[in-house]
């Protein structure tokens, strides 16, 4: 990939298919606040590379999902092929304790709806991760300053990998709320770059990282969340029909 840019990650020979370091920082928070069980679930697992790490930190009864199960490779766990765009909830006959799910989201039609299936299918408490391309990194604010346009979001991300869904941290945190989780953790981690690339660019991202906090280092954003009750106050806000409740016939609605 050349001196500048890390090559995709491995873990034990399994092809990770995200950021270099996400997997690792999302079990690192994941053994923080949550107890090695059984009952895992992997959404969009690719090969089992992050299932992998699961087990080997002591996770167990590990259950991966993807569209394609040519490449699906974790010896001791099962596989079912998913849709995620549909109700994916009713496929399973079971709950899971842990459910992760890594550079996912912004590939689906509606994260709101993929939010709700993931906590249909969790125990009360239990805990979702989920990672993302961070709209908040360095490059991404250096790019939305130069053109106005998010960073992994422009026509390149959209017409070869179809990122189609970007969320902001304060986005995430608020539609977790309302559709009924609690964060535990957020924080920002991963990235392709290589230490010469990143001595060359320190100048710009530590100032950046200096007005804008730590979240603008990571090129994932990972979250941790809870399975809670929603939050009512967030779950039924005004709709934009109701702002025009009344006139109808002005903007062509029944």
Not at 7 to 14: H, L, T, V
Not at 31 to 54: E, F, N
Not at 182 to 200: H, K, Q
């Amino acid at each position: 990939m050349g001196w500048m840019r890390k090559p995709m990650e491995n873990y034990k020979g399994r092809h990770c298919g995200c950021v270099p370091g996400t997997h690792a920082a999302l079990v690192e928070m994941i053994r923080k606040h949550v107890r090695p069980t059984g009952g895992v679930l992997d959404i969009g697992a690719h090969a089992g590379a992050l299932l992998m790490r699961l087990q080997d930190a002591g996770f167990s009864d590990l259950y991966g999902t993807d569209l394609d199960p040519t490449r699906f490779n974790c010896p001791g766990a099962e596989f079912k092929r998913l849709e995620l765009n549909a109700d994916f909830a009713a496929e399973f006959d079971r709950k899971f304790n842990l459910i992760t799910s890594t550079d996912v989201v912004e590939h689906l039609d509606s994260p709101r709806h993929f939010l709700l299936q993931a906590r249909e299918l969790l125990t009360d408490g239990g805990y979702l991760g989920v990672s993302l391309p961070n709209v908040a990194f360095w490059e991404g604010r250096c790019k939305f300053a130069l053109k106005g346009e998010l960073w992994g979001f422009g026509a390149r991300n959209y017409l070869e990998q179809r990122h189609i869904s970007p969320l902001t941290f304060e986005m995430m945190d608020m539609l977790m709320r309302e559709v009924g989780f609690e964060i535990a953790e957020a924080t920002s981690a991963g990235s392709f770059a290589t230490i010469p690339r990143a001595i060359l660019t320190f100048p710009i991202w530590a100032l950046i990282r200096l007005l804008g906090g730590s979240h603008a280092l990571g090129e994932s954003a990972i979250f941790l969340a809870r399975k809670t009750a929603p939050n009512m106050e967030l779950k039924s806000p005004i709709h934009y029909r109701d702002r025009w409740r009344g006139v109808p016939d002005r903007i062509g609605l029944e």
